[in-house]
């Protein structure tokens, strides 16, 4: 079936580690996104890209990094510079600007 | 700037009775949006979009949105709620420009009680 998988669901870490997201589709969208949720926020965008090797910052991109060497594969790496890491991530794509995102079934990151 | 509102945090209904779940928007010029649902520890699902044509908007598990422009809403609405229904619900907007950014609501909290 098509769709995205996100992995690991459940993930723990340390402070002052880096972690590092899975994401992945076989819907052939171009565009992939990064959002995370925290309760009573809503969704926020961390980073997004429209095409392979091309990705943009959104609204909250300090201690995040992403890349794109694929166009199945959107990987995002939770950097020890982010300050408040415990969070809902949620990765998804959608096949045009216009187009509403699928999403995955998101990762539960917690710092410990 | 693009934003979204959620003016209700939590909305209470009973089974077999209408929901409403309410939503505002602001962008500039013509909007596109977007309801989604979410269980608990899932992801987002899809349920409805309002590209252009006709306001009324129908959409998946009997849903349906009402496009006002003049009032800038997006409310999505069912004539008759089922205990399955409750989860969280977020609307969410984008811009005709090309912005490739989805804008989220801070979702509302629906509870449909047997």
């Known amino acids: 079936d098509g769709g995205i998988t996100q992995s690991p669901k459940y993930l723990f870490r340390k402070e002052g580690q880096n972690v590092t997201l899975s994401c992945e589709q076989n819907l052939n969208h171009d565009a992939m996104y990064w959002y995370r949720q925290d309760p009573g926020q809503g969704l926020r965008l961390i980073y997004y890209s429209q095409i392979v090797n091309d990705f943009q910052k959104g609204d909250i991109a300090e201690g995040y990094s992403v890349s794109r060497e694929k166009k199945e594969s959107f990987p995002l790496t939770v950097t020890s510079a982010q300050k408040n890491p415990t969070a809902f991530y949620l990765c998804?794509?959608?096949?045009?600007?216009?187009?509403?995102?699928?999403f995955g079934e998101g990762s539960r990151l917690t710092v410990l | 700037a693009q934003s979204v509102a959620q003016p209700e945090d939590q909305v209470n209904v009973a089974e077999g009775n209408p929901l409403t779940v309410k939503c505002t928007y602001s962008?500039?010029?013509?909007?596109?949006l977007f309801w989604y649902v979410q269980y608990p520890n899932r992801g987002l699902q899809f349920l409805l979009k309002?590209?252009?044509?006709?306001?009324l908007v129908k959409g998946s598990y009997g849903f349906e949105a009402e496009f006002n422009k003049s009032q800038t809403s997006f409310h999505l609405k069912k004539p008759s709620a089922l205990v399955s229904d409750s989860a969280l619900y977020f609307c969410?907007?984008?811009?005709?420009?090309?912005?490739?950014?989805?804008?989220f609501g801070t979702g509302t909290r629906l509870t449909v009680i047997p």
């Open positions: 998804a794509s959608s096949i045009s600007a216009a187009g509403e995102l699928f």
């Open positions: 969410a907007v984008r811009d005709q420009t090309g912005a490739n950014n989805l804008f």
């Open positions: 962008v500039s010029g013509n909007p596109y």
């Open positions: 309002y590209i252009t044509g006709d306001n």
